[in-house]
Each structure stands twice: as structure tokens, then as C-alpha cells.
């Protein structure tokens, strides 16, 4: 009996460290490596810093969301930043001292990431709409139904966050996250025609172009 008990104790043992093992090892399909890891954090270091809004600090845990990707990082800003920067202050993906920035992969880390990940998607998609109708008045046409920022380098994005929180001034944003939906998006009373001269300024400056030519 007892040799019996020994017995069923080392096959339970071997089973639950066949377990732990393969738990690892799922783990770890389902983690960027550290050196992937490392340089993810440095470049949102530094589009940061280009950008005039320097981090304390970049973390993430390295772990994918599902196979083959998605990534949280974390970026930390000091509370003299994010209250003197109203695209950070008014971005749904602050959670007191941090942005989420989501990527699919380390790879993938761009301005224009960032600038997904900052900016309001309601607000983003109102601004195009707004720049299509300048388009139009303009006599320009294009194939497409709204036009795009062009925000892909520091100076672009330095002056599309300007345009941005100008744009924050004039605006009412209804947030929609309770029902999964893009935000609502509509002109402040008696905005309207500094609206309209902000989106031609936003063409002037060479943020707006059109999607298809």
C-alpha cells in the first residue's frame, strides 16, 4: 500500500511540474523578448521627448494581449506636463499620471501610433470631416469621403498637437466609452467661424491632405 501511495505521489508530482512547465512556456510565446521590450520603451522615450512632452518614465510587462501581438505601454508624465499639455490632460488614455499607448508590435512604434493612442478618435474624425467640407468650398475634389492628418515626424506632430488643443477650445466632446462608440463631437455655440478658420490654417500648415488624389 504504501509502495502504491509513493507511486501515485510521484506521477502526481511529475504531472503538476509537466503543468508549471507548460504554463511557462506558454507564457513566454505570449511575451515580447526584453530586448524588444528595451528598444519599445526608448522609442516612446524619444518621440516623446521630440515632441515637447517628456516622460518620467516608459514601462511594460511584455505581455502580448493574444498570439502574434498587442502590446500595453505605459508612459509616466510629471503633473507640470500634463497640466500645462491639454492633448494629455484631455486624453482618454490617461489614467492619472499615465498614458496607455497600445501597439500590436514593438515594431510598430511610430508617430503616428503615438498619435493614435493620444488623441481623441472623436475628436480625430471630426476634424477630418470639417477639413473634407474645406476641400469641397475649395473647389478641391477627392475620391475619398474625409481627408487625414499627416502627422508622421516631429514638426508635423508638433504643429498638429497645437491645432489640436486649439481645437479642444472649440468643441464639446459627449464621451460614448460607456456604450463602445466613438465620441460625440460638436461645435461650442458661436465657434463656428473660428472652426472654420482653424481648419484652413490646419491646410496652410500642411496637416491636411487628401486621402486619395
Not at 510521484?10 to 521590450?37: E, H, M, Q, R, Y
Not at 522615450?45 to 498570439?67: A, H, R
Not at 494629455?88 to 501610433?113: C, H, M
Amino acid at each position: 500500500m504504501k509502495q502504491f501511495l509513493k507511486v501515485i505521489l510521484i506521477i502526481s508530482g511529475c504531472f503538476c511540474l509537466f503543468v508549471t512547465l507548460a504554463f511557462l512556456l506558454v507564457a513566454n510565446l505570449f511575451k515580447a523578448s526584453p530586448s524588444d521590450i528595451r528598444e519599445g520603451k526608448e522609442a516612446l522615450k524619444q518621440i516623446f521627448i521630440s515632441i515637447d512632452l517628456p516622460p518620467e518614465k516608459v514601462e511594460s510587462n511584455g505581455s502580448y494581449q493574444f498570439e502574434g501581438g498587442g502590446l500595453d505601454f505605459y508612459v509616466t508624465f510629471s503633473d507640470e506636463v500634463i497640466n500645462s499639455h491639454p492633448v494629455l490632460k484631455e486624453s482618454s488614455n490617461l489614467t492619472k499620471n499615465r498614458l496607455k499607448v497600445y501597439v500590436l508590435q514593438t515594431g510598430d512604434i511610430s508617430y503616428y501610433k503615438v498619435g493614435d493612442n493620444l488623441f481623441n478618435h472623436g475628436l480625430i474624425q471630426f476634424l477630418e470631416e470639417e477639413g473634407e467640407k474645406h476641400f469641397r468650398e475649395n473647389g478641391k475634389k477627392s475620391h475619398s469621403s474625409y481627408t487625414i492628418l499627416t502627422l508622421n515626424d516631429p514638426e508635423s506632430m508638433k504643429k498638429g498637437i497645437a491645432f489640436y488643443e486649439k481645437a479642444l477650445t472649440l468643441v464639446d466632446i459627449q464621451d460614448n466609452s460607456a456604450i463602445k462608440h466613438i465620441d460625440t463631437v460638436t461645435v461650442k455655440p458661436g465657434k463656428e467661424a473660428e472652426l472654420k478658420q482653424l481648419i484652413q490654417d490646419m491646410d496652410e500648415a500642411g496637416l491636411l491632405t487628401q486621402k486619395y488624389q
